[in-house]
């Protein structure tokens, strides 16, 4: 990885749909080194996926719920048939192992209050948690899928011969 690749991974994560010479004009490449450059990071994982980010207003997802549990289940059997459960609950679109106080976080995204108290029972009535609390977020201030780049390592510079 070098700076060009941390330019088109910049690119890339402000607009996916942009034409693979676009990408390359940008980056000071031709179409082809960057082409390949892509499909590098592809096989490498570096790129997981291409998405399209929805405005959750206009599916329908208006209320986001933080969600806090802590357990005083800490084995690895209660942890996957947990994370199979919340794999499951569409609702969810993140779930994070916590430190601290809290033992996990997860994040719903669901149209109303309503929708948010028929998850909360579905989620309780399948494991057992020792506590459940919620916050829900009164405005939404920062939304970005993009990941800061400025903290990858880099390869140094090929010294050129001659």
């Known amino acids: ?11 890339l994560q402000e607009d996916v749909t942009l034409p693979v010479a676009e990408i390359a004009r940008r980056v000071g490449l031709s179409t082809t ?10 096989e490498d994982g570096v790129i997981k996926k291409r998405v399209a980010v929805l405005d959750p207003k206009s599916v329908n997802a208006h209320v986001t719920v933080f969600v806090f549990v802590t357990t005083n289940q800490h084995n690895e059997d209660w942890l996957l048939r947990f994370a199979k459960i919340i794999s499951d609950m569409p609702e969810v679109v993140e779930f994070y192992r916590m430190s601290g106080q809290v033992d996990y976080l997860i994040k719903v995204v669901v149209p109303d209050i309503a929708a948010y108290d028929a998850f909360y029972k579905r989620l309780v009535s399948k494991i057992d948690i020792t506590d459940v609390s ?19 390592q880099l390869d140094p510079p ?3 011969k001659g």
């Open 1 to 11: 990885m070098d700076r060009i690749d941390r330019m088109i991974l910049s690119v």
């Open 33 to 42: 080194p960057a082409w390949r450059r892509i499909q590098k990071m592809e």
């Open 134 to 152: 919620s916050a829900f977020a009164m405005e939404r201030i920062k939304d970005t899928t993009a990941l800061p780049l400025n903290f990858m």
């Open 158 to 160: 090929q010294k050129t």
